[in-house]
Structure formats: structure tokens, C-alpha cells
């Protein structure tokens, strides 16, 4: 659906325009994956294994042409040249797409390690991202270095061990409080050196690899997850550290889930909120804008699931 009327516009794309197109499909492309939102739209695609879709236009309005051209010269393509002529756009889309990998600043560390096996990334049958896979593999995640970046934290060390910089890949590799996980991976991979590459590459080796990976991933993440919630909620946590509250808080929408907002919330805390279905919703402003009496009737618009989450916070521009 994004992609049409392609060969008309895919030709005129503005940088503006391309960074439009990109926002939906990077925030489509993290759902697939789990990623957290602040993941680059090169390395969430790729993870997805959907190519950027300007480019995908781009191809699509060549073979437009190229098929209106032919029909022009009165040689219409039969369905052996149309098959041929697809699989050759596939490859052009594939090779600008690696190219445009390559140039990528962002998630740098991410395309470096799936682009060596970019056709076996791209052309498995099995092994989904978990949140936690997903996590080491795109380095954003529960992650000292992470949390500083975004300003979670005051420092980028390892809680763990100490260490200076606790990056995904250190957690992977060099964290002493995880051996005892590692050496279970090692065992039943076979790989001694966990780059992320070799990791990238044993996860596409076998499907025993891919879940040995998914279960340090999962083991390691989650005691990490449980120890940054105790420092955010210890009693002398800084405020730095301290979960944001009263800001915005993230809830799934159901349908039975609105009463439940309506009964938990305290009554004059729901005079005055906003609720924004998705950061695609988001960008074109609020979509419903209501005080208490409306919010009963609410109407869930097209498009979106009765599990969208929805980011419910306190709007004071629309009392
Ligand atoms: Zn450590």
C-alpha cells in the first residue's frame, strides 16, 4: 500500500519525502522485531528483512517503464521474459539496497555483522527475533552504554562486573557475571569467538544454534532487565534513574481495557489526555482529542488493532 502509484512518484523523491516514507516502515519494521524505537532505520529493515522503500519504489517504477517503453515499441513481454526481467529487478533492489548498507552511518555494528550473510539473513525459513535477541544484536537494550545515551544512566559502566563500558557486545564476550551462560552457548554452538558476526553466522548455521543463541540472549537479558527495575525503584535511586512517572505511560489497548483505564485512573487525572495510537498516528498530530464524557465512546480507527499499544499521557493543550 506504501508503495502505490510508485513509478510516478519514486522518481521525485525529496530527501524530506524519503525521510516520510522511512518513518512509517522503520516503526513497522521494529514491531517485526522487537526493537526499541530509537533502533536506525537501516538496521531494523535489515533485521526485518524489508529493503528501504524508496528504493523498492525506485525498482518497481523502472520496470513500469521499461514494461510501457516495450508496449510503446509494440513488443509486448511474454511471460518467460516478465519472469526473467522480475528476478533481475530482485537482484538490482538486493545490490542497491547492500550499497545503501554499506554508506549507512547508523547501526553500523548490526549491518557489519549480518551483511557477509545478508542472502542467508534475508532467505531463511526459520529462527524469529525475540525481544532479547534483538536487544544484543542491535545493542539497544538494557545495556549500560544504551542507557546512557539515551540518559537512563549517569555512566556507561557494567553493573555486573565494572567494566568501562558495558556495551552489548561486552555483555556477550567479556562480562565475567555471565561465564557460566557463555560457556552453555560455546558448548552447544561450537563458537569460541562470539563477535557478533560469528554469532550472526551460527544462528544461521542451525536452527539448535539459533535457539541456544535465543536462550543466552534470553537468560542474560532478562537478569539484566530485573536489575536495572531494582535500581529504578530502590528508595535511593537518582532521579536520573527513576522510572518517568506521570510523563507517559505506555498501556495495551483492548477492548475491556478502557473501562479499566476508566476505573484505575484517578477521576481528574482523565479530564485532560491525550491518546495517540502510534507514532504514525502521531506524526499527523492527535487523533482523538476528548475530555472524560467522551471517552466511552471512543473510536478505534482503521488500521488499528485492539492490541495497538497507545501512549496515554497528559495533554494540557486540549482540555
Ligand atoms: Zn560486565
Avoid at 148 to 171: N, S, V
Avoid at 257 to 276: V, W
Wanted: charged share 25%; glycine share 6%; hydrophobic share 35%.
Amino acid at each position: 500500500m506504501a508503495l502505490y502509484g510508485a513509478p510516478i512518484w519514486a522518481g521525485r523523491l525529496t530527501r524530506r519525502a524519503k525521510a516520510l516514507l522511512r518513518r512509517p516502515q522503520r516503526y513497522v519494521a521494529q514491531r517485526m522485531v522487537r526493537a526499541y524505537r530509537t533502533t536506525s532505520h537501516a538496521a531494523t529493515c535489515l533485521l526485518a528483512g524489508t529493503p528501504a522503500w524508496e528504493l523498492d519504489a525506485g525498482v518497481l517504477a523502472e520496470r513500469y517503464w521499461a514494461r510501457v517503453e516495450a508496449r510503446r515499441r509494440g513488443e509486448p513481454t511474454d511471460a518467460e521474459e516478465a519472469e526473467r526481467l522480475a528476478r533481475a529487478a530482485a537482484e538490482r533492489l538486493k545490490q542497491r539496497w547492500r550499497d545503501a548498507l554499506e554508506d549507512s552511518h547508523y547501526g553500523t555494528r548490526t549491518i557489519g555483522a549480518i551483511l557477509p550473510v545478508m542472502d542467508e539473513w534475508l532467505g531463511r525459513r526459520k529462527g524469529a527475533l525475540t525481544f532479547r535477541v534483538t536487544q544484543v544484536v542491535s545493542g539497544h537494550g538494557c545495556f549500560g552504554h544504551y542507557l546512557h545515551k539515551i540518559q537512563r544512566e549517569p555512566g556507561p559502566q557494567c553493573h555486573e562486573c565494572g567494566a568501562m563500558d558495558d556495551t552489548a557486545q561486552h555483555t556477550l564476550e567479556e562480562c565475567n557475571r555471565w561465564a557460566v551462560e557463555r560457556a552453555a552457548l560455546r558448548a552447544a554452538t561450537g563458537v569460541i569467538d562470539l563477535s557478533l558476526h560469528s554469532i550472526i553466522a551460527a544462528m544461521l548455521g542451525s536452527e539448535r544454534n539459533w535457539e541456544a543463541v535465543a536462550s543466552f540472549c534470553e537468560e542474560v537479558m532478562s537478569q539484566k532487565e530485573k536489575a536495572e527495575r531494582e535500581r529504578e525503584t530502590s528508595a535511593d535511586a537518582i532521579p536520573l534513574r527513576r522510572r518517568r512517572q506521570g510523563q507517559r505511560q505506555r498501556v495495551h489497548l483492548t477492548a475491556s481495557s478502557f473501562p479499566q483505564i476508566l476505573s484505575t485512573a484517578p477521576l481528574e487525572s482523565l479530564s485532560n489526555f491525550r491518546l495517540n495510537y502510534s507514532p504514525c498516528a502521531r506524526r499527523s498530530g492527535p487523533l482523538v482529542c476528548f475530555g472524560f464524557g467522551q471517552l466511552a465512546d471512543m473510536h478505534i480507527g482503521p488500521g488499528v488493532s485492539n492490541r495497538s499499544p497507545v501512549d496515554v499521557e497528559p495533554s494540557p493543550e486540549f482540555p
